[in-house]
Nanobody, 127 residues
Framework: QVQLVESGGGLVQAGGSLRLSCAAS????????MGWFRQAPGKEREFVAA????????DYADSVKGRFTISRDNAKNTVYLQMNSLKPEDTAVYYC????????????????????WGQGTQVTVSS
């Protein structure tokens, strides 16, 4: 069992930065592929970024590539999402999630493949 708690969301002006954190409970955190998703009002939950268990592999949605960076610290059971050059269209509730399947399965794009979810943190970018 893994419990995930996100933090770091807030209100920021366009062009600004935020760093989201996701703290995980459980001794097996390092075994999980970790992902970040977001959901804007009236829209489906969408993939943002994923990272392999070791942190050696990452992938991003095209909409955030070059602006967002996912990282993890397995010693601290924490995954991060550094968000730079924020745009109003980045406004959403951001969720972290843990997937038991290997990163190399390519399943990390799909919300249904994840086993555990956090409660979400609101990010609002004003223009």
């Amino acid at each position: 069992q893994v419990q995930l708690v996100e933090s770091g969301g807030g209100l920021v002006q366009a062009g600004g930065s935020l760093r989201l954190s996701c703290a995980a409970s459980g001794r097996t955190f390092s075994r999980y592929t970790m992902g970040w998703f977001r959901q804007a009002p009236g829209k489906e939950r969408e993939f943002v970024a994923a990272i392999s268990w070791s942190g050696g592999n990452t992938d991003y949605a095209d909409s955030v590539k070059g602006r967002f960076t996912i990282s993890r610290d397995n010693a601290k059971n924490t995954v991060y999402l550094q968000m730079n050059s924020l745009k109003p269209e980045d406004t959403a509730v951001y969720y972290c999630a843990a997937m038991g399947r290997t990163y190399y399965s390519g399943s990390y794009y799909y919300p249904n493949e994840y086993d555990y979810w956090g409660q979400g943190t609101q990010v609002t970018v004003s223009s």
